[in-house]
């Protein structure tokens, strides 16, 4: 059984930081695709961004690109989310995804491709 548990949520002021990870257990990553998605209230979820099982392809939504940074840590069965420069329309609840492909490598940002989901962790930017 594949649980994802995310943290590293919180509020901050527009322009700070925020790290969030996601530990995978029950299951060894290195066999997932991951991904970030998040819903603001009111609003469908959407997709952040996404890495590809050996780390090798990462896939950002124009809105985060060049502010967010994805990474992963196979060896411990996490991954992250670095965002810098945050706007208060990044507010919304971030969830992390597993996309269970062993074979593949390719990074999907349809939230109909990820096999397990995150309670997800609220960010929240104040203006």
């Known amino acids: 059984q594949v649980q994802l548990v995310e943290a590293g949520g919180g509020l901050v002021q527009a322009g700070g930081s925020l790290r969030l990870s996601c530990a995978l257990s029950?299951?060894?990553?290195?066999?997932?695709?991951m991904g970030w998605f998040r819903q603001a209230p009111g609003k469908e979820r959407e997709f952040v961004t996404a890495?590809?099982?050996?780390?090798?392809?990462?896939y950002y939504a124009d809105s985060v690109k060049g502010r967010f940074t994805i990474s992963r840590d196979n060896a411990n069965n996490m991954m992250f989310l670095q965002m810098i420069s945050l706007k208060p329309e990044d507010t919304a609840i971030y969830f992390c995804?597993?996309?269970?492909?062993?074979?593949?490598?390719?990074?999907?940002?349809?939230?109909?491709?990820?096999?397990?989901w995150g309670q997800g962790t609220q960010v929240t930017v104040s203006s």
């Open positions: 995804a597993a996309d269970y492909s062993p074979l593949s490598g390719l990074v999907y940002r349809e939230s109909s491709k990820y096999d397990y």
């Open positions: 029950g299951r060894t990553i290195s066999n997932y695709n």
């Open positions: 890495i590809n099982r050996n780390d090798s392809i990462t």
